[in-house]
């Protein structure tokens, strides 16, 4: 008999529910003796014991569906080692649950926070495996998670929607991009959106640059251009600061959001009409790409075979075009950066496309 532990932790995304079913149909077609048992709302749900045992049918008709059929949360990691309010300590709580209910493995779903904490968990003797899911495809160890290929399709509409109307109205219009810390998504949706400047946080942006590069184009005679502009884009000189000198400066920030920042400047700077559109969470919602479907099902299947094999300890990735096995050590703690000298950057140049840098 196998029982397996399910969890979908942090902000959700598109194929979580995709990857749950890859992983669920593959360990019950190789075994009838199995046990589900789904966490409610991610290491909440490990933490306080709300679980709900689930049957292979749970996971028909998934395949499609957006968000987690078990609800996420965000449980940050630095809080783990802390008791909660009640002085529980939650470290102890969630291994007290594995071993009450006698599983063999946890299967966790998340990002970077997520995989710190299944990090931690294994180091305190439970056996998981991880899935990579995330839209701001920032995780170490993998050149791909599910979530961004989704991501990049409804970031790219927004762009394209904004084109008509910036074209009819001759304006700049920026379109912010999620992402966190990474530009993976903003560089992505700009490209394939037909961005005329994207700025990303790897390539911290001169505002002077950014003005010059739309002057340029108006002055070549396009009436319009368009900035896709990562969430975490940051200016030449902010980069330069200290975190705290940073910290002190954003305290005083009247800006909603980076973007609405370069929005005013660029508008003080060129006295064209600009403006901003945020999709915001939409990038995260709706059903997964196809592309996502078939990549979390393979991602699944993967994992549910080294369930079987009693292989633990790994975050199941994709590697030069393979599904991989990646020692959870090797991944937790760290983020997969653009490097702004990579291939995809130069090309996108020599296209044309400013980085403001
Ligand atoms: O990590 C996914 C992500 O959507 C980031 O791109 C974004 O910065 C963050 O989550 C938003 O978090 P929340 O859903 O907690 O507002």
Not at 201 to 228: M, Q, W
Request: hydrophobic share 40%; proline share 3%; charged share 25%.
């Amino acid at each position: 008999m196998k029982r397996v532990g399910l969890l979908t932790s942090g902000g959700d995304c598109q194929a979580l529910n995709a990857a749950m079913r890859g992983v669920v149909k593959s360990i019950v077609n190789a075994s009838d003796q199995v046990e589900i048992y789904g966490f409610l709302e991610g290491y909440k749900g490990l933490i306080y014991g709300n679980y709900k045992m689930l049957q292979s049918s749970d996971f028909s008709g998934i395949l499609t569906k957006g968000g987690t059929i078990l609800g996420s949360s965000r449980t940050p990691f630095k809080l783990m080692r802390e008791p909660d309010e009640n002085g529980l300590d939650k470290v102890e709580a969630m291994k007290h649950n594995y071993y009450k209910l006698n599983l063999d493995c946890l299967v966790i779903l998340g990002g970077n926070g997520t995989h710190k904490t299944a990090n931690l968990l294994r180091t305190e003797g439970l056996n998981v495996v991880t899935l990579p899911k995330t839209i701001d495809n920032d995780l170490w160890g993998t050149d791909m998670t599910f979530g961004f290929q989704s991501a990049v399709n409804i970031a790219t509409d927004a762009i394209d929607c904004i084109h008509t109307t910036a074209a009819s109205h001759g304006r700049v219009f920026i379109v912010e991009v999620m992402g966190h810390k990474v530009g993976w998504l903003t560089l992505n949706a700009g490209i394939a959106g037909g961005a005329d400047i994207i700025l990303i946080p790897e390539i911290p942006y001169d505002i002077k640059k950014v003005v010059k590069a739309i002057e340029t184009r108006h002055k070549r005679g396009s009436r319009f251009t368009i900035l896709a502009v990562a969430e975490g884009a940051i200016s030449k000189a902010d980069a330069a600061l200290s975190k705290k000198e940073l910290k002190k400066k954003q305290e005083k920030n009247i800006y909603p959001s980076v973007s609405y920042q370069v929005a005013a400047e660029i508008q003080e700077r060129s006295g064209l009409d600009v403006r901003v559109t945020v999709p915001g969470h939409t990038q995260r919602g709706g059903s997964p790409c196809p592309y996502d479907r078939v990549f979390a099902s393979r991602l699944g299947s993967e994992a549910g075979k080294l369930i079987m094999k009693g292989e633990y300890g790994f975050m199941v990735g994709y590697k030069n075009r393979e599904i991989v096995k990646v020692p959870l050590e090797d991944v937790a703690g760290k983020l997969k950066y653009v490097s702004p000298d990579a291939t995809i950057i130069k090309e996108a140049k020599m296209l044309g496309i400013s980085f403001g840098d």
